[in-house]
T-cell receptor, first 113, second 114 residues
Framework: DTGVSQDPRHKITKRGQNVTFRCDPI?????LYWYRQTLGQGPEFLTY????????KSRLLSDRFSAERPKGSFSTLEIQRTEQGDSAMYLC???????????FGPGTRLTVT | GDSVTQMEGPVTLSEEAFLTINCTYT??????LFWYVQYPGEGLQLLLK?????DKGSNKGFEATYRKETTSFHLEKGSVQVSDSAVYFC?????????????FGKGTKLSVKP
């Protein structure tokens, strides 16, 4: 297994545009997490999935954000009507279950101009 | 809510120096504690963890002991190498109270000079 992968690695978009990121977790992992990391800060939890069910969303996840995990495999995170404050590194992590180690992907760096 | 506070960086050391990065936490339950490392251009990697009080996590010469009485999980290494240059994140997860998401500190950047 090659680990958690994310695509794209970098995205530059203009304010007001929609963007979508993809995360492919480690294949046998049931849990998938999304985090956001801004410059000089640690990652902050956004949302997580147990298989295909989205079980928790952070207050950081405004109505412009939506995440899916169809069939419990890959996940997508969409940001609608992007704002400059959305510029950040978006990290995906997966784990076998709640108490198991989370493996992180390389992240997608979003820049909103 | 739960939170993690770690010492501000950057920290600059000479090779073979002793390293300590302080980390304290606030949690209502009984969290598991972690140190993650982010090397330049790479993703976060788990360095070590401890799941209950007085546990010591260790890996690659790094150690940290879960101290419930002082709510601390300080990272130490006896002799750092240039290859240890990275950003180190302390984190907790309260498996009993939440769904396993990690709460991170702000990170401490370590630079080791030859």
């Amino acid at each position: 297994d090659t680990g958690v992968s994310q695509d794209p690695r970098h995205k530059i978009t203009k304010r007001g545009q929609n963007v979508t990121f993809r995360c492919d977790p480690i294949s046998e992992h049931n849990r998938l997490y999304w985090y956001r990391q801004t410059l000089g800060q640690g990652p902050e939890f956004l949302t997580y999935f147990q298989n295909e069910a989205q079980l928790e969303k952070s207050r950081l996840l405004s109505d412009r954000f939506s995440a899916e995990r169809p069939k419990g495999s890959f996940s997508t995170l969409e940001i609608q009507r992007t704002e400059q404050g959305d510029s950040a590194m978006y990290l995906c992590a997966s784990s076998f279950d709640t108490t198991y180690e989370q493996y992180f992907g390389p992240g997608t760096r979003l820049t909103v101009t | 809510g739960d939170s993690v506070t770690q010492m501000e960086g950057p920290v600059t050391l000479s090779e073979e120096a002793f390293l300590t990065i302080n980390c304290t936490y606030t949690a209502t339950g009984y969290p598991s504690l972690f140190w993650y490392v982010q090397y330049p251009g790479e993703g976060l990697q788990l360095l070590l963890k401890a799941t209950k009080a007085d546990d010591k996590g260790s890996n690659k010469g790094f150690e940290a002991t879960y101290r419930k009485e002082t709510t601390s999980f300080h990272l130490e290494k006896g002799s750092v190498q240039v290859s240890d240059s990275a950003v180190y994140f302390c984190a907790l997860s309260d498996y009993g109270g939440s769904q396993g998401n990690l709460i991170f500190g702000k990170g401490t950047k370590l630079s080791v000079k030859p």
